[in-house]
Every structure is written in structure tokens, then in C-alpha cells.
């Protein structure tokens, strides 16, 4: 079967399209989307996807029907994420409430009946929380994005530093990189109010004489320096 160009243009065109406009939905609907990943935002994710396939895939149908279809998606996603934001009650209903399964030490069947989650499920999501007992736990929530949120018991909690009134020092920075693959970021210099002349006195107490030998490098809290230099350099 022959091939056409202009069939060929056709697909490169709507595919270019469609990137871009899905490019920008998912900026629209933000973070969420991966990082809170509710079941009505999975289910968002799959539409949104096969929506795009379609319009590329089928060449029967008008393209801009297509578009405009993918286009009311996602402002209504962004429309219900807004009504999200100003209504409890409308976000209850949309997304689910968080599943008490564990209170004070005691599995609660029916809660976890109704989160269908069997006993299972439940020891294989807490030995990925590093819990291998379930005497360890005091509560347990299942969220709405279907992860479960652990408090031990508090026997079972590590011990922190304000335990042992050890001081704590203030930390003087977020960890933060300033050379990665060998190249400088100055955006990063400059939120941290330093400049490349502190830059450079740093690396030479290291023994480090040019930029161009690192090939990562980070402000620690302490606001010291950790370098990784090129593996030619170290040569």
C-alpha cells in the first residue's frame, strides 16, 4: 500500500498539536496529578491519554472535534480541582475520606472491608514502611490516593535528638547544587546569596583549581562544599 505525504504530514501535524495542547493541560492540572495521584485522577490520566491517542490515531473523524473533546477534559478537570479547593463537602465526593484500619493497636475489619484491602495487602504496605509487626503500629490510615499513613507505637519510635538533648544546630542552607555534568548553575549561586569568586576559593582549599575538573558539586547544610570531580581529573 503506497503511502502518501500529505497523509504522512497529517499525522506529524496532529501529533505536534497534540503534544503541545497536552503540554499545557498538564501544566493547567499541575502537580497533583503526580504527586497525589487520587483514583479520580488516575482515571483523568487514562482519559486525557486515550483521548490524545484517538485524535491521532483515527483520521476519519475531523481533527478539531478531536481537539476541542481533549481541550473540555482537561478545563474540567481544572474546573473540578478549583471546586476542589473551595468545597469540603464536593471534594469528600470526589476523592474519598482517609480509612482509619488500625486504632490503638486493633485492626478494624470493617474499615478495611470497606477499603478493600484484605490482611495481605495490609503487611505487604507495611513491611515497605520497614514495619514487620503489626504490634509495632498504634494507627493506620489508609488515604485517598490508596497509601497508608503508619504511626508507631511509642515504644517502637526512633529515638530523635531532642530525646537525648543533643543541640541542634540551625541548618545554614537546603542542599543545594551548583555544578552538575561539569556545568556551573548560577541560579542556584545566586538564591543562596553566594558568588563564583567564594565558588572558586572553596574548591581551591580542596585542591581544585578550575570548574571545568568538577563534575558535581553541592552546598551542604553546614554550608561546606562536596565536590565529585571528573574521573580525568582524579587521573
Not at 164 to 182: E, F, H, N, R, V
Request: hydrophobic residues 45%; neutral net charge.
Amino acid at each position: 500500500m503506497q503511502i502518501e505525504l500529505n497523509e504522512i504530514l497529517k499525522v506529524v501535524l496532529k501529533t505536534s498539536i497534540s503534544f503541545v495542547v497536552l503540554l499545557i493541560s498538564i501544566r493547567l492540572l499541575g502537580k497533583k496529578q503526580i504527586g497525589h495521584l487520587t483514583f479520580f485522577n488516575y482515571i483523568t490520566g487514562i482519559t486525557i491519554g486515550s483521548i490524545a491517542a484517538n485524535i491521532i490515531s483515527f483520521t476519519d473523524e475531523p481533527f478539531i472535534y478531536g481537539l476541542i473533546g481533549l481541550i473540555c477534559w482537561c478545563l474540567l478537570n481544572v474546573m473540578i480541582d478549583y471546586i476542589n479547593l473551595k468545597s469540603n463537602k464536593i471534594r469528600t465526593l470526589i476523592d474519598g475520606e482517609p480509612t482509619l484500619v488500625i486504632k490503638n493497636g486493633k485492626i478494624l475489619k470493617k474499615a478495611l472491608a470497606s477499603a478493600r484491602i484484605n490482611l495481605a495487602d495490609l503487611t505487604m504496605i507495611l513491611r515497605e514502611k520497614n514495619i514487620f509487626s503489626l504490634k509495632e503500629v498504634d494507627y493506620a490510615i489508609v488515604e485517598p490516593n490508596g497509601r497508608i499513613s503508619v504511626l508507631k507505637k511509642q515504644a517502637e519510635q526512633p529515638i530523635t535528638k531532642a530525646d537525648l538533648k543533643i543541640p541542634i544546630m540551625p541548618a545554614q542552607y537546603l542542599p543545594t547544587k551548583i555544578i552538575s555534568d561539569g556545568q556551573l548553575i548560577p541560579n542556584s549561586l545566586k538564591e543562596l546569596k553566594l558568588n563564583q569568586t567564594w565558588l572558586e576559593n572553596e574548591l581551591n582549599a580542596q585542591g581544585i583549581t578550575s570548574i571545568n575538573e568538577v563534575f558535581y558539586a553541592e552546598i551542604e547544610t553546614n554550608g561546606s562544599l562536596f565536590v565529585e570531580c571528573n574521573q580525568d581529573s582524579l587521573q
